[in-house]
C-alpha cells in the first residue's frame, strides 16, 4: 500500500535479504554477474541455479562486458520467495573521488526495472557497504534520499539490513531525511 501521497511505504528492518517475501530483491552484484560474496553469494547459494543460469545468458547476450556500475538488470529469482532478482552494481567506495551519483543509480535503475516488471514490493540489501566498504551511514542518506525522490508505481520499499549497525544508520538517515518509515 502507499500512503496518502502516494509514495511507496518504507520499511527498515535487520534480516536476510534471500528470506524476504517480496516481489524483486535487489542484488549488490559485481559486473561479472557471475557470483561473488556477501549478499551475491547468498542469493545464488540459496536461489539455486537458475539465477546463475540467467546470469550467463545476459553475459552472452546484452552484456558482453558485464553489467557496468550504477546500472540493473532482473533474473529469475530461482527458489527464493521472491519473484526476481535484480542485479545492480555498486561504486567501490573511494575516498579521492566522489562516486555518490553511481550508488544513487543503483537505486533508481532498480526501481526502473521493477516498474517495467510490475513489481509491487521490492527489498534492498545496502549496496557497497561491504566489500566494497562504503561507510553504511553515508550510503544509508544515498540510497533513502535516491528512492524517496524517485517516481516508482512501487508500493512498498524494504531494505533488509544484516546487522544492528547498518539497521541503525539507515533509521538515523531516514530521521535526518524527514521519511517515516517502519
Ligand atoms: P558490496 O560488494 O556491494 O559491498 P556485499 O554483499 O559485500 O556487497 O555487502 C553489501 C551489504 O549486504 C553489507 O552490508 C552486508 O553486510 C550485507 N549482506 C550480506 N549478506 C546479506 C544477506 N543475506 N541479506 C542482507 N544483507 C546482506
Known amino acids: 500500500m502507499t500512503d496518502a501521497s502516494g509514495a511507496p511505504r518504507l520499511t527498515l528492518l535487520r534480516g536476510d535479504i534471500t528470506e524476504q517475501q517480496v516481489d524483486a530483491i535487489v542484488n549488490a552484484a559485481n559486473s561479472s554477474l ?14 539455486g541455479p537458475e539465477i546463475l543460469k540467467e546470469c550467463r545468458a545476459l553475459r552472452a547476450s546484452h552484456y558482453g562486458r558485464g553489467l557496468p556500475t550504477g546500472q540493473a538488470v532482473a533474473t529469475t529469482a530461482g527458489r527464493l520467495p521472491a519473484r526476481w532478482v535484480i542485479h545492480t552494481v555498486g561504486p567501490v567506495f ?5 562516486r ?3 550508488l544513487a543509480d543503483c537505486h533508481r535503475n532498480s ?3 521493477a516498474d517495467e516488471l510490475g513489481a509491487q514490493a521490492i ?12 561507510p553504511v551511514e553515508d550510503a544509508a542518506v544515498i ?20 546487522d544492528d549497525r547498518a539497521l541503525a544508520a539507515f533509521q538515523q538517515a ?8 517502519n
Open 34 to 47: 557471475l557470483g561473488g560474496g556477501g549478499v551475491d553469494g547468498a542469493i545464488h547459494r540459496r536461489g
Open 123 to 134: 527489498a534492498f540489501p545496502a549496496i557497497s557497504t561491504g566489500v566494497y566498504r562504503w
Open 174 to 181: 531516514a530521521d535526518s531525511l524527514g521519511l517515516s518509515a
Open 94 to 98: 573511494s575516498a579521492s573521488e566522489d
Open 111 to 113: 526501481l526502473l526495472v
Open 143 to 162: 540510497a533513502l534520499r535516491t528512492v524517496s525522490q524517485s517516481p516508482t508505481r512501487v508500493e512498498e520499499i524494504r531494505f533488509v539490513l544484516f
Open 100 to 102: 555518490s551519483a553511481l
